[in-house]
């Protein structure tokens, strides 16, 4: 099955600073790349995807970039603000849209 | 308008204790998925559902078992409770066709197994 490898575990950084969270996948038939941001207690909220289809895709402060042929997509976060602090997960679509999930970053930004 | 619900939000549970997690959708969507969360860990899928009547499983199906009887509802059951499915257990639901759309998730139910 698929298997999704995510680094660092956790990041600090800088308000103002960006911050870079990078995801590895193994099945090259996966499709689509979404990343969550979730709270502490909270459900896991969508903040951006790609598809296999597309190499960048940036909305705001936040772009994600895809290289299939290396199999890893990375998620690039500019400008960091304290509310960006979060667990962040990268996860890969297989069959019937089903998620593999990477094990998460911890992002603490500081003010 | 209320997307995808959970209930219970929060269980305690002995264990050996039976109990059935349960999912509900408003927004007629094929695909239904349900998911642990443990600390330190993502989402791992446990079941899902491609339709009313069909089930298959996931990642890490074992010691739960699993109904979609009616289409906007997923059951999720733990037949005999232990404390390794101590965890936060989150629905999603998709519709079909949709390969590359976001999955829409429920607030999670929380349940420790004592």
């Known amino acids: 099955g698929e298997n999704v490898e995510q680094h660092p575990s956790t990041l600090s950084v800088q308000e103002g600073d960006s911050a870079v969270i990078k995801c590895t996948y193994s099945?090259?038939?996966?499709?689509?790349f979404p990343w969550y941001k979730q709270e502490l207690g909270k459900r896991p909220q969508l903040i951006i995807d790609i598809r296999s289809n597309v190499g960048e895709k940036k909305d705001q402060r936040i772009a994600v970039t895809l290289n299939k042929t290396a199999k890893h997509f990375s998620l690039h976060i500019t400008e960091t603000q304290p509310e960006d602090s979060a667990v962040y997960f990268c996860a890969a679509s297989g069959r019937y849209s089903t998620l593999t999930f990477g094990k998460g970053t911890m992002l603490l930004v500081s003010p | 308008n209320a997307g995808v619900t959970q209930t219970p939000k929060f269980r305690v549970l002995k264990t050996g204790q039976s109990m059935t997690l349960l999912c509900a959708q408003d927004m007629n969507h094929e695909y239904m998925y349900w998911y642990r969360q443990d600390p330190g860990m993502g989402l791992r899928l446990i079941h899902y559902s491609v339709g009313e009547g069909t089930t298959a499983k996931g990642e890490v199906p074992d010691g739960y078992n699993v109904s979609r009887l009616k289409k906007q509802n997923f059951l999720l059951g733990l037949e005999s409770a232990a404390p390794s499915q101590t965890s936060v257990y989150f629905c999603?639901?998709?519709?079909?066709?949709?390969?590359?759309?976001?999955?829409?998730f429920g607030d999670g139910t929380r349940l420790s197994i004592l």
């Open positions: 999603a639901s998709q519709p079909r066709g949709y390969s590359n759309q976001p999955q829409h």
């Open positions: 099945d090259s038939a996966s499709n689509y």
